[in-house]
């Protein structure tokens, strides 16, 4: 076995504090990575304090790796030593279903292998990226591209694949109305990705401070929805809302902002159940839709996609010894807009 070393909970009680523990060896069809940045993500706090469901201790979160490869399996044809590489949410799945087929691997019937807080296809616990080192099947190994910053590129594999592949999916571009409701984490590549389609950009916050770093981003417009006036000259507009929120929030106000035929993308994940008026869905047809991440295809579509138009996160590197701190902050909004942190401060 491989011994390893990352920062962990223990229980949904305790902050995460350093831990020694234990990777497989590198099998025929495996890569292992060096870990040299890995992004934090709103779910790893959700997760650890089990807001979602019981989790699996202890827990080492992490689930937007990148890093160097430093082993690969004898039978490994895509990867070599020294290749600069990612992992994502997932770090297997059944591979032969209907979905795994068609590259939606993270629709897999059977249920894919989580990066974290799951278990692996043989029982064992999985351990995800606040930690120096990961063992992962070649088909779930991503190529980085050299050309952008490895650090600011971390989150692209959960921010970046959660909301390029909703607009991917809808075909948002050149002619669309697209609302970006939120911007932190998810909602900045949100706005990234739709100026790049093509899409006219506005976003959706109930912070009035946050105009000036919205139209830096590239968005058209800015709503502040606790503005009765400005909630009103936008109803009736959008062809897409991608909501980006965790926390509680108005669904039936924002559907009324959908023009016929709209529909509202749901991509971030409150820990309470939402409620929606029929009459909300029925005078418009409009939709109510969910998304999660994409598959390894389209995850390494949205790199090479972000290496050709130099498009990555807004980030702040921390140490892992601040992983408390940062969290805290996160929920107060305070990080513009994804903290990553750097491994070499394991």
């Not at 937007?64 to 399996?73: A, C, L, M, N």
């Not at 989150?155 to 571009?173: E, F, M, Q």
């Not at 929606?276 to 969910?290: D, K, M, N, Y």
């Not at 701190?325 to 070499?344: H, P, Q, S």
Request: proline residues 3%; aromatic residues 8%.
């Amino acid at each position: 076995m491989i011994q390893a070393k990352g920062y962990a909970a223990q229980n949904a009680e305790t902050d995460l504090a350093p831990w020694g523990f234990e990777r497989r060896e590198v099998g025929p069809h495996d890569v292992q990575l060096e870990i040299l940045y890995c992004g934090v993500c709103h779910s790893d706090l959700h997760q650890i304090k089990n807001d979602w469901f019981p989790g699996l201790f202890p827990m080492v979160p992490g689930h937007e790796i990148v890093g160097r490869v430093i082993k690969v399996g004898d039978h490994v044809k895509n990867f070599k030593v020294d290749d600069l590489a990612g992992v994502g949410c997932m770090v297997d799945s059944c591979q032969v279903c209907e979905n795994c087929k068609e590259g939606l691997e993270q629709y897999c019937l059977e249920g894919n292998t989580q990066t974290y807080n799951n278990l692996d296809r043989s029982g064992v616990p999985t351990y995800g990226g606040y930690s120096n080192t990961i063992v992962v099947r070649e088909e779930f190994v991503l190529h980085i591209s050299d050309k952008l910053s490895l650090a600011a590129t971390a989150p692209l594999l959960c921010a970046g694949i959660t909301t390029y592949s909703p607009l991917r999916h809808w075909k948002v571009g050149k002619g669309h109305k697209l609302a970006i409701l939120g911007l932190g984490g998810l909602g900045h590549m949100g706005v990234k990705f739709g100026v790049a389609f093509g899409a006219d950009v506005t976003v959706l916050s109930t912070s009035p401070s946050k105009e000036a770093a919205a139209k830096a981003l590239g968005a058209h417009h800015f709503v502040v929805t606790s503005d009765p006036a400005q909630l009103e000259a936008v109803k009736g507009s959008f062809d897409f809302i991608l909501d980006t929120v965790s926390a509680e929030h108005d669904m039936n106000l924002y559907l009324s902002l959908l023009k016929t035929n709209g529909t509202h993308i749901c991509v971030g994940a409150p820990s309470e159940p939402m409620s929606i008026h029929t009459f909300s869905l029925l005078l418009g047809r409009r939709s109510v839709a969910g998304s999660g991440i994409g598959g390894i295809k389209e995850t390494q579509e949205m790199l090479d996609f972000c290496a050709e138009h130099n498009i990555v996160s807004d980030i702040e590197i921390i140490d892992i010894k601040n992983i408390t701190a940062a969290y805290e902050r996160m929920l107060k909004g305070d990080v513009r807009y994804r903290f990553v942190i750097d491994m070499a401060t394991l």
